[in-house]
């Protein structure tokens, strides 16, 4: 099993829709990441966060530490929200992270 | 500013040959990460140098793979004797000195990757 399982793996959505990307971790964390993947494989950080919820523009961010839990939400998709979504942990207080395996969004006109 | 660059984007090499791999981190930023990416796999961690402290070497995943950073500047990933299983994109990133932003850990900034084919 993953130490960072993210759910759903495949995710298509009309524009305009509300979108949820799940992520769970079995490890103690201090930080989790949002990362964003193009298709050509450009990777961008769009969160980190430890607690809490953080918003930028249509995207937002929640983690609850309790549960080992974070979710990314995405508000009027667009289909250039169309990338591979991944969530990272940062194990401890060290430097690595640990990737989930990412979910595919496919956002159509 | 400029980014994390990589070199080259795009390596075909033969099964047994050797591969170097560069990154250019974003200026500035003394933590310098290295990940592999298999086809259709999550990424994971190869290496993290921090200044001038000993590398973090615990994800190479075999004596085939070593990787040096000169300073605060450039690295390089190299993997000796490659196999087929070598196969994947290359990634790099880069961050900033904690003490600068105040924060125990920063997030890191990602180079486009090189994309490594072992025939």
């Known amino acids: 099993k993953n130490e960072v399982e993210q759910s759903p793996q495949n995710l298509t959505a009309q524009e305009g829709e509300f979108i949820t990307i799940n992520c769970s971790y079995s490890?103690?964390?201090?930080?989790l990441h949002w990362l964003q993947q193009h298709p050509g494989g450009g990777i961008v950080s769009l969160f980190m966060?430890?607690?809490g919820k953080k918003k930028h523009g249509r995207l937002i961010a929640t983690i609850n530490i309790q549960e080992k839990h974070s979710s990314l939400h995405i508000t009027a998709s667009h289909p250039r929200d169309s990338a591979v979504y991944i969530c990272?942990?940062?194990?401890?207080?060290?430097?690595?992270?640990?990737f989930g395996t990412g979910t595919r969004l496919q956002v159509f006109p | 500013g400029a980014g994390v660059s990589q070199s080259p984007s795009n390596k075909v090499t033969e099964k047994g040959k050797d591969v170097e791999l560069r990154c250019d981190p974003i200026?500035?930023?003394?933590?310098l990460y290295w990940y592999r990416q298999r086809l259709g796999q999550g990424l994971e961690f190869l290496i993290y140098?921090?200044?001038?402290?000993?590398?973090?070497k615990s994800g190479l995943p075999s004596d085939r793979f070593s990787a040096e950073r000169t300073g605060e500047s450039v690295s390089t990933l190299t993997i000796q004797r490659t196999q087929q299983e070598d196969s994947a994109v290359y990634l790099c990133?880069?961050?900033?000195?904690?003490?600068?932003?105040?924060?125990?850990?920063?997030?890191?900034?990602f180079g486009p990757g090189t994309r490594l084919t072992v025939l």
């Open positions: 990272a942990v940062r194990v401890g207080y060290g430097d690595k992270l640990i």
């Open positions: 966060l430890s607690s």
């Open positions: 140098f921090q200044g001038n402290s000993a590398p973090d």
């Open positions: 490890v103690g964390i201090s930080a």
């Open positions: 200026s500035g930023h003394t933590a």
């Open positions: 990133a880069s961050s900033p000195p904690t003490l600068t932003s105040g924060r125990l850990y920063n997030e890191q900034f």
